[in-house]
């Protein structure tokens, strides 16, 4: 899972993270405590709107991973249900064309996110050393927040 969770403050532009290559595993697998544990942390934040946002995953016939990709995705669903936040999923089909827009997905291919991004106003790290490389999971996290957080009012 190339992903990463973030906490947006859409007001001010404000962002907690953590790309999911930063959290424990056992070989290939989120290690569950340990990505609780920094969930609690952005829990404990995120007092008022108990609301998180999660891509649904992209299923493809003859996916090198697939299970593992299934297995880190319950992982990262199941800590946000036990915490007692409200889940909503979204698909990438939904909300990239909107957040994004296929013209500048087709030509700026995995960094559309981190320009969009950054043209809202986020600080989008790096995974090079560097800061060469922009982190494309954050960046989809902050459009994923971002889109449900415009459709709810919230």
Known sequence: MDGATVLIDRKNHGLGFVPHSAVS?????????????????????????????????????????????????????????????????????????????VANSKKHGKQSSCLKAKEMGYTV?????????????VADAILIAEFGGRKLGV
């Open 125 to 137: 790290p790096t995974h090079a050393a560097k800061g060469k490389v922009l982190h494309d999971g």
């Open 25 to 101: 595993r056992h070989g290939s697998y989120l290690d569950a405590a340990s990505y609780m544990q920094f969930a609690r942390r952005l829990a404990d934040i995120a007092n008022v709107h108990r609301t998180a946002f999660i891509e649904g995953p992209s299923i493809r016939g003859g996916q090198a991973g697939l299970m593992t990709v299934c297995i880190n995705w319950g992982i990262v669903k199941g800590v946000w249900d036990m915490l007692g936040f409200n889940l909503i999923i979204i698909h990438s089909n939904i909300w990239k064309p909107v957040m994004v827009g």
